[in-house]
Nanobody, 118 residues
Framework: QVQLVESGGGLVQAGGSLRLSCTAS????????MGWYRQAPGIQRKLVAI???????NYRDSVKGRFTISRDNAKNTVYLQMNNLKLEDTAVYYC????????????WGQGTQVTVSS
């Protein structure tokens, strides 16, 4: 069983920055694709950014140029640097770890709230 612990959320003014962190337990982190998703009230959870085990990244269009996903395999940690935050970035942000090792696996963190104020 893998546990994901997120941190770094909070309240920030529009135009500000936050960095989210997600640390995974266990030994499969380096083999896994890591993702950040977000969910605003009444809206389906959406992918924000993803980074593969090889370091390939992908972003939803609305955060390109503002958010950066990165990973540190030595620390079992994935980061989401969020700059120039906008009101519409307000959501609960979830960390996801997934991959295949004999069978598919897919784990979620508990979520961290990001609130952007005007």
């Amino acid at each position: 069983q893998v546990q994901l612990v997120e941190s770094g959320g909070g309240l920030v003014q529009a135009g500000g920055s936050l960095r989210l962190s997600c640390t995974a337990s266990g030994s499969i982190f380096r083999l896994s694709t890591m993702g950040w998703y977000r969910q605003a009230p009444g809206i389906q959870r959406k992918l924000v950014a993803i980074i593969t085990s090889a370091g390939t990244t992908n972003y939803r269009d609305s955060v390109k140029g503002r958010f950066t996903i990165s990973r540190d395999n030595a620390k079992n940690t994935v980061y989401l640097q969020m700059n120039n935050l906008k009101l519409e970035d307000t959501a609960v942000y979830y960390c996801n770890l997934k991959g295949w090792l004999g069978a598919q696996y897919d784990y979620w963190g508990q979520g961290t709230q990001v609130t952007v104020s005007s």
